[in-house]
T-cell receptor, first 114, second 110 residues
Framework: DTEVTQTPKHLVMGMTNKKSLKCEQHMGHRAMYWYKQKAKKPPELMFVYSYEKLSINESVPSRFSPECPNSSLLNLHLHALQPEDSALYLC?????????????FGPGTRLLVL | RKEVEQDPGPFNVPEGATVAFNCTYS??????FFWYRQDCRKEPKLLMSVYSSGNEDGRFTAQLNRASQYISLLIRDSKLSDSATYLC???????????FGTGTRLTVIP
């Protein structure tokens, strides 16, 4: 089972709201990732967690706050977002964070910030 | 310079045609290479990894040329279901942070 699940599928929020995106995998993977994808653009890496510890933060603004409560779950907490943050947010996981490991993507959360 | 560059297309080909996509990468220390497929409004899905010796999976053949830092994907006998965006993906050296090309849009026409 190579399934990564994400909730919600769609989210509309105002600039003053606080919301969270959730990602879950039960493949025993120890690396999890958040990507942001704008329309007609490729995914861009935001964060990498390896063994529940943040290992890469690609200079993402602090209004995005990741959290990895356990090896199966990855959250992305959102606060005071801007309209330009509207995008598809993809979660991925891999067996480890070593080079060459295949990343499996979830279906994404489509976020609209008004 | 972008980490990964590929022709965005679009490529419009008839059913049964053979089509090739190319991609170049800038970091000579990159170790892992992939082709992902992304359907409209869906997540990227791994199509195949790319190995130095070249590899084939049914109608799909991937090639890697490390000297030229060039990756290719060949699709033979195109099917309507092959219509999608094909993303060339390269990892950052020594880590598993992936860099995606802009994707090449393929439409297979009946």
């Amino acid at each position: 089972d190579t399934e990564v699940t994400q909730t919600p599928k769609h989210l509309v929020m105002g600039m003053t709201n606080k919301k969270s995106l959730k990602c879950e995998q039960h493949m025993g993977h120890r690396a999890m990732y958040w990507y942001k994808q704008k329309a007609k653009k490729p995914p861009e890496l935001m964060f990498v967690y390896s063994y529940e510890k943040l290992s890469i933060n690609e200079s993402v603004p602090s209004r995005f706050s990741p959290e990895c409560p356990n090896s199966s779950l990855l959250n992305l907490h959102l606060h005071a977002l801007q309209p330009e943050d509207s995008a598809l947010y993809l979660c991925a996981s891999s067996h480890s964070s070593g080079a060459g490991e295949t990343q499996y993507f979830g279906p994404g959360t489509r976020l609209l910030v008004l | 310079r972008k980490e990964v560059e590929q022709d965005p297309g679009p490529f419009n080909v008839p059913e049964g045609a053979t089509v090739a996509f190319n991609c170049t990468y800038s970091n000579s220390a990159s170790q892992s290479f992939f082709w992902y497929r992304q359907d409209c409004r869906k997540e990227p899905k791994l199509l195949m990894s790319v190995y130095s010796s070249g590899n084939e999976d049914g109608r799909f053949t991937a090639q890697l040329n490390r000297a030229s830092q060039y990756i290719s994907l060949l699709i033979r006998d195109s099917k309507l279901s092959d219509s999608a965006t094909y993303l060339c993906v390269v990892n950052g050296a020594g880590a598993n942070n992936l860099f995606f090309g802009t994707g090449t849009r393929l439409t297979v026409i009946p």
